[in-house]
């Protein structure tokens, strides 16, 4: 006998359907980290008439590119939707998740697999601060460069996507931090996205990520025990 499955569409439709307490996300001011990351929660349903400023969204994404990435090559690109057509271009492209034409902004997190390209304009600034000598910085570039630079494209891929992930988290922690809610989304077509927005060959989709008021809290949080997922020392 086949075990009952559903469609991408389905699958996504019906979590944004999940029952919630039905109450506004908790709306933070100047919360601590914990509290920040306790509730922060995927919100689905927005208030479609907040638009969110260019000043609050620099401001998150300013907090976001403040996180770790591999050998400080930041790979990670922003593409910020905020005009309603192209958001409705994205929504059938997004299995119709509605929060992409509700939320005030879908931020796409792209990750450059060519991003060690940057790494003489990143360690010349280590430079003019005095933290590095010239010489130091032609060796450490030339070495990035060869060694991100030969990496096959699986692993090239891994490294952008590894970094691509956590400024996603701590993008979403800002936004919580400043008031505001996200939804991050892997349910997207890839090709259909970098094809009807342009996306650049060595822009690699990490998430499409939903900004803005949220309008219902996300639905109750649901964690393994921690126990059961963790390990002291070795497996
Ligand atoms: C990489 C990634 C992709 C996700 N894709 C979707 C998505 O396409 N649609 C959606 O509604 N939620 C999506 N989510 C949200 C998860 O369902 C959610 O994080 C999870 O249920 C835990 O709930 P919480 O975020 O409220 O703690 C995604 C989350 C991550 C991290």
Same mark, same amino acid.
């Given at each position: 006998m086949t075990k009952k499955t559903m469609s991408t569409e389905d699958y996504l439709t019906k979590v944004s359907e999940m029952?919630?307490? +039905?109450e506004k996300p908790t709306k933070l001011t100047d919360a601590d980290f914990f509290t920040v990351a306790r509730e922060r929660r995927s919100v689905r349903?927005?208030?479609?008439d907040f638009i969110i400023s260019d000043e609050d969204i620099r401001e998150i994404l300013e907090i976001a590119i403040q996180a770790p990435s591999s050998s400080n090559i930041q790979p990670w690109r922003f593409c910020v939707i905020k005009d309603q057509k192209a958001k409705e271009e994205l929504l059938p492209i997004a299995n119709n998740q509605k929060q992409i034409v509700t939320a005030s902004v879908v931020i796409a997190v792209l990750a450059d697999?060519? +991003?060690?390209?940057?790494a003489d304009e990143i360690y010349g600034k280590l430079v003019s601060k005095g933290i590095m000598t010239e010489e130091i910085k032609e060796t450490y570039v030339n070495t990035i460069v060869s060694h991100y630079g030969n990496l096959d494209s699986e692993n090239a891929i891994k490294v952008a996507m590894t970094d691509g992930g956590l400024v996603s988290m701590q993008l979403m922690l800002a936004a919580k931090a400043k008031g505001f809610d996200t939804v991050a989304m892997g349910g997207f077509d890839e090709n259909k996205f970098v094809e009807a927005f342009n996306v650049p060959k060595n822009l690699k989709p990490v998430m499409l990520i939903s900004l803005g008021e949220g309008a219902v809290a996300g639905f109750e949080k649901v964690r393994l025990p921690l126990d059961s997922i963790l390990t002291w020392n070795k497996f």
């Open positions: 029952k919630t307490s +039905g349903q927005y208030n479609p697999i060519e +991003g060690y390209k940057k």
